[in-house]
Structure formats: structure tokens, C-alpha cells
């Protein structure tokens, strides 16, 4: 178990795994929810004019109307903010992991590009180990075993060295 969070190195190398396959999913996801809250936020900007009473010609409680114009647009305005809220609260939840993602595999391109590209073309692309190959240029042999280790390195980038189990130990000696 790694720091008693009850995920062992494995699920960690998953949990990345799922998120390079899911990638463009996640990022047209938080481009849809930020043109929601835009949207929401102009409908809100264009409500703010208050207005005016409705007079109804019959007389009375404003013609047997349930509810006034003005609460039926503060009921508006009230759904358009909780709205906000979720999807605000919706944000929180998935752009951090996708920022981390985005500078995790950017470091990664930093250090070796040829392995920031195999995890691009076969997780992300989705291509196949042949095509992934091709485009890393190297044998679909070294594709693969060149994944795992970039998986291990990226899932160590994003969760810390407690993620990924070491192979050897790490001294260091003064001189």
C-alpha cells in the first residue's frame, strides 16, 4: 500500500493510463462547461435591468397570474446561478488533473520526447501498438516496453515517488 492511501502502485499506473485514453473527452468537457458558465453569466448580465410591475387589465392579483414576472425572473436568476455553481464545482474537480496532466507529459516531452510521443500516439490517439511504433520510430518491441516505463515515470511526475515503487535504493555520500 502506498502511504496509507489504499492505492497500490498499480492503481496509480491506471489511474494515469485512464486518464491519457480519456484526455480529449476531458478537455472538450472542461471547454463545454466553461462556455455553460459564460453563457449563464450573459443571461445573467442581460436580466439585471429590473422590471417593470405587470398591470393586468382584469384586476386583482394580476389576473389570476400565479406567480409576477419579477419572481418568475429572480427564479431565473436563481437557477442560473446554482448552475454556476456546479458547473464551477464540476471545474474543481477535473482541471487540476488535467493541468497536471498537461505539464506532467510537457516535462516528460522535456526529458524524452520519443516516450512523451508513444504515450501520446497509443493512449491519447488511441493508435495501435504498430501505428505507435511507426510514429516513435522504433520496433513495436521498444514501443512497449518504452510505455511502461513512461507510465511509471509520468505516474511518478503526478502522484510523487511514493506512486511507483523504486527498483534500487538511492544513497548518497559526502565527501
Not at 516531452?109 to 493512449?123: F, G, H, P, Q, V
Request: hydrophobic content about 35%; charged content about 30%; glycine content about 6%.
Amino acid at each position: 500500500m502506498i502511504g496509507g492511501s489504499g492505492m497500490y502502485h498499480n492503481d496509480y499506473i491506471d489511474a494515469v493510463t485512464e486518464y491519457l485514453r480519456r484526455y480529449r473527452e476531458f478537455s472538450q468537457y472542461i471547454a463545454n462547461v466553461k462556455t455553460d458558465i459564460d453563457e449563464c453569466q450573459r443571461m445573467l448580465e442581460l436580466e439585471a435591468a429590473p422590471a417593470a410591475s405587470s398591470m393586468s387589465p382584469t384586476g386583482g392579483c394580476g389576473g389570476g397570474e400565479k406567480v409576477s414576472q419579477e419572481e418568475r425572473m429572480y427564479m431565473q436568476r436563481e437557477d442560473l446561478q446554482r448552475k454556476i455553481r456546479k458547473y464551477r464545482a464540476d471545474l474543481q474537480q477535473i482541471e487540476p488533473l488535467i493541468r497536471r496532466l498537461d505539464s506532467s507529459m510537457a516535462s516528460l516531452k522535456d526529458i524524452n520526447e520519443t516516450d512523451a510521443r508513444i504515450l501520446e500516439s497509443r493512449y491519447i490517439d488511441d493508435a495501435s501498438w504498430e501505428s505507435t511504433a511507426r510514429y516513435a520510430c522504433c520496433s513495436v518491441g521498444s514501443c512497449r516496453r518504452r510505455a511502461r516505463t513512461a507510465l511509471k515515470t509520468l505516474t511518478g511526475m503526478m502522484f510523487g515517488p511514493d506512486a511507483v515503487p523504486m527498483q534500487t535504493s538511492v544513497v548518497f555520500f559526502k565527501r
